[in-house]
C-alpha cells in the first residue's frame, strides 16, 4: 500500500512539475514576443535642421564655410558611414559618426570657388544608417564675384604667317567702390608685348597683347600675369595660345600605318595646304622604296598626297619619312616620319 502512494505521489510532482515549467516558458514567449516589437522601434533617424544654404555673394580667392547641424530624433544609434561632394571644389567632414538617442552633430562643408564666377550651386550626400533616409542630400549655393575680371579670359591668336604680327585686346574691370589698382601687366614670353590704352573710367583698363617676330614654325602657348591691389586677387593670369605657320601647312604631322598585313595594300593621306599661293613643290622622296605615292590637287591652294604600302612588301618595322622639297624660303624642306609594323 505505501508503495502505491509513493508512486501515486511521485506522479502529482511531475504533474506540478511540468504545469509551472510550461506556464513560465509561455509567459517568457510572451515578454520575447513583446522585446521584439520593441526592436523594431530601436531605429535611428537624423534630421537636419536645414539642407540647404545659401553663401550670398563670394568672392573669388574666398573659402567659405557653413556647418549643417544635425540630430539623432530615433531611438537606436545613428551611423553617418561617409559624406561625399559633389566635386573636389567641395569638401565635408562631419563631427561625430556615432551618435545616440537625441545627440547632434554637424557636417562641415567647405567651399572654394577656384575659377567658378557667376550663380553655383553643389551638393553633399550624407549617408547612414537611417532606414528611411539612408542617402540625404545637402545643398550650398551662392554667386562667385570677380573683384577683378578680366575680357577674354583666354586670348587665342590662331594662325599666324611667319615673319607677319597678331594683336589682341584685352579688357581688364575691377569693382569701381573698391578702388583697386592695377599695378602692371606682363608676360614671360619674349615675343610679346603690351601696351596700354589710356581711358578716363578708372575701373576699367584696356590692353593691346602683340605676339611679333617667332623665329620658328609650330604651335605656341604662354601666360599674360595681370597683377592688382586686389587682396583676393593679388594676380589673373591670361592663358594665351596660337600656331605660327610658314608657307606651307600639313596634316598629319607623322604617318602611322599601324600593322600591315603584307598580302594587302594600305593608304594613308597628307593634305598639304599652300598658305603662300606663290610656292610649288619641287620634288617629293619616301623611304623605304616599298612605299609608294600619289599626288592629286583637291583645290589650287591644296593637295592630297596618297601614301600607300604595296602588298607583298617585306616583313617588319616601317621606319622613314615623307619628304616634300619646295621654292620656299621659310620651309623648303618639309620631313614627316613614317612608321608602321609588316606582318606576314
Known amino acids: 500500500m505505501m508503495k502505491i502512494i509513493t508512486v501515486y505521489l511521485f506522479i502529482l510532482q511531475a504533474v506540478i512539475i511540468s504545469y509551472l515549467y510550461t506556464d513560465a516558458f509561455a509567459s517568457d514567449s510572451i515578454q520575447g514576443g513583446d522585446s521584439g516589437a520593441e526592436t523594431t522601434t530601436d531605429k535611428p533617424k537624423i534630421v537636419f535642421e536645414e539642407q540647404i544654404y545659401n553663401f550670398g555673394k563670394i568672392f573669388i580667392g574666398e573659402i567659405v564655410e557653413y556647418g549643417f547641424k544635425f540630430k539623432n530624433e530615433g531611438q537606436g544609434e545613428l551611423i553617418v558611414s561617409n559624406v561625399k561632394s559633389s566635386c573636389g571644389c567641395t569638401a565635408a567632414l562631419v563631427s561625430k559618426s556615432h551618435l545616440r538617442k537625441g545627440e547632434t552633430g554637424e557636417v562641415k562643408v567647405k567651399f572654394n570657388p ?4 557667376g550663380k553655383v550651386s553643389k551638393t553633399v550626400m550624407v549617408n547612414s544608417n537611417d532606414p528611411k ?18 575680357n577674354p579670359k583666354r586670348i587665342n591668336f590662331g594662325i599666324i604667317r611667319k615673319g607677319d604680327s597678331c594683336t589682341r585686346n584685352i579688357e581688364v574691370k575691377t569693382i569701381p567702390e573698391l578702388k583697386i589698382e592695377v599695378k602692371k601687366v606682363e608676360s614671360p614670353n619674349p615675343y610679346v608685348s ?3 590704352e589710356k581711358g578716363d573710367d578708372h575701373s576699367t583698363h584696356r590692353f593691346q597683347i602683340t605676339i611679333d617676330k617667332y623665329d620658328y614654325v609650330g604651335k605656341f602657348n604662354g601666360i599674360i600675369f595681370v597683377y592688382t591691389s586686389s587682396g583676393k586677387q593679388e594676380r589673373v593670369d591670361v592663358p594665351f595660345s596660337g600656331e605660327i605657320v610658314g608657307d606651307i601647312t600639313f596634316y598629319p604631322e607623322m604617318v602611322s600605318f599601324g600593322k600591315v598585313t603584307k598580302d594587302r595594300n594600305t593608304d ?3 593634305i598639304i595646304n599652300f598658305v603662300n599661293k606663290a610656292v610649288k613643290i619641287e620634288k617629293i622622296e619616301v623611304d623605304p622604296k616599298v612605299i609608294n605615292y600619289t599626288v592629286t590637287e583637291i583645290t589650287p591652294t591644296s593637295k592630297k598626297i596618297q601614301v600607300t604600302v604595296e602588298k607583298n612588301s617585306f616583313i617588319g618595322e616601317i621606319a622613314g619619312s615623307l619628304t616634300i622639297y619646295t621654292n620656299s624660303a621659310i620651309q623648303p624642306v618639309i620631313h614627316i616620319p613614317l612608321n608602321g609594323e609588316i606582318k606576314g
Do not use: M, N, P
Request: charged fraction near 30%.
Open 114 to 117: 577656384g575659377r567658378y564666377v
Open 133 to 150: 533616409d539612408s542617402s540625404l542630400k545637402l545643398t550650398i549655393a551662392g554667386e562667385v564675384i570677380e573683384e577683378v575680371s578680366v
Open 194 to 196: 603690351i601696351k596700354e
Open 268 to 270: 594613308r593621306t597628307v
